[in-house]
């Protein structure tokens, strides 16, 4: 294997990937919507550097993050960034912006029928959901979190691992305005409890199981204990992950 030296340049893209990247999309989009003259990466960064608020602005208005009309008051949407001393530094004030409906919506970029998510695991078989099947499940999830209560500012946190599942519950608890905060199942109910505890959630979303290099784990005592050590809890949803250690979906 030939040897590189610390600083060698190791790969360049063609003209073809350059002409066809996003950042160069993003570059031309800027140039003509504000009159600028950028033509590298280089000169692109030392704008964003030197004009923060109108390069924030320009990429909520490049990619429809956030627009004029998403404003609840338009009087104050004068600069997208306000008092750019730290701290106390204001972003777009008036703006509203729900996180899981824009990325949701990125799937009007395509087909709605095109695969949003493929997820592998010991516990499945490969699967994939499409945009239309995830929008369908984050709905009914984030009814069902409206009907237990689940308001703007409540905590959601799941002791789960990364599956469809997870990006599912997460999806639904933002699109209702709950904070979402996360452990993995291999963590310990102590080392779960240090984070959980700190935010006093009303729901834990959770399994009682998991399987790891062929090996399932009950974490039934851990889950219990967790759910023991919240008093504000208010509501438990339970994933069947496992089934007496065999791969079952939930």
Not at 44 to 67: E, H, K, M, T
Not at 85 to 98: E, V
């Amino acid at each position: 294997m030939e040897q590189t030296a610390a600083g060698d340049l190791l790969w360049t893209p063609s003209k073809d990937r350059v002409a066809n990247a996003g950042l160069t999309e993003f570059i031309q989009w800027l140039n003509q919507n504000y009159g600028l003259e950028i033509e590298s990466y280089q000169q692109l960064w030392q704008w964003s550097v030197n004009d923060v608020g109108r390069f924030w602005q320009a990429i909520g208005r490049c990619y429809n993050v956030s627009s004029l009309d998403s404003l609840t008051d338009k009087s104050q949407y004068q600069y997208p960034l306000t008092n750019p001393s730290m701290p106390g530094s204001r972003w777009f004030q008036g703006a509203r912006l729900n996180m899981a409906e824009y990325l949701l919506s990125r799937g009007e970029l395509g087909p709605l029928t095109r695969t949003a998510i493929f997820a592998e695991s010991e516990c499945f078989e490969p699967r994939e959901i499409n945009w239309i099947e995830m929008r369908d499940q984050v709905c009914k999830l984030a009814t069902s979190l409206r009907n237990m209560g689940i308001q703007p500012g409540d905590r959601v946190v799941a002791y789960m691992p990364i599956s469809i599942e997870s990006i599912v519950a997460l999806f639904a608890c933002i699109s209702v305005g709950a904070i979402w905060s996360s452990c993995s199942p291999d963590f310990g109910a102590k080392s779960v409890l240090e984070r959980f505890s700190q935010i006093n959630p009303k729901l834990l979303i959770t399994m009682t199981s998991y399987q790891y290099n062929g090996k399932a784990f009950d974490r039934s005592v851990e889950v219990n204990q967790i759910i023991d050590a919240l008093p504000d809890l208010a509501h438990v949803i339970h994933l069947s992950w496992l089934d007496k250690g065999n791969p079952q979906p939930p």
